[in-house]
């Protein structure tokens, strides 16, 4: 079982940075892929990035390859860090954990979910 708690979101202006964190809790989370998802009111809920369970392989969607960095560290967290944001960014932002050791890039494919951070991009 891992536990996930997202924090770091809030307001901010087009051009800006936020770091999102993921702690998550599990005697097995170093075990576990890790990803970010997103979800904009009336849209479906989209890949934003994954990190494998040693933290040496990456993936990101097109639209934020560039501006967003995934990363884990051994004290059970993972972080986005989000640069150059745009309006379209605003969303709820999700991490999510599978045991599947792939980077999935699809909802369906993770198994546990945090309660999500919102991220607004004013213009």
């Known amino acids: 079982q891992v536990q996930l708690v997202e924090s770091g979101g809030g307001l901010v202006q087009a051009g800006g940075s936020l770091r999102l964190l993921c702690a998550a809790s599990g005697r097995t989370f170093n075990s576990y892929t890790m990803g970010w998802f997103r979800q904009a009111p009336g849209k479906e809920r989209e890949f934003v990035a994954a990190i494998s369970y040693g933290g040496g392989r990456t993936s990101y969607a097109d639209s934020v390859k560039g501006r967003f960095t995934i990363s884990r560290d051994n004290a059970k967290n993972m972080y986005l860090q989000m640069t150059s944001l745009r309006p379209e960014d605003t969303a709820v932002y999700y991490c999510?954990?599978?045991?599947?050791?792939?980077?999935?890039?699809?909802?369906?494919?993770?198994?546990?979910w945090g309660q999500g951070t919102q991220v607004t991009v004013s213009s």
């Open positions: 999510a954990a599978n045991n599947y050791n792939r980077l999935a890039t699809v909802p369906g494919e993770y198994d546990y």
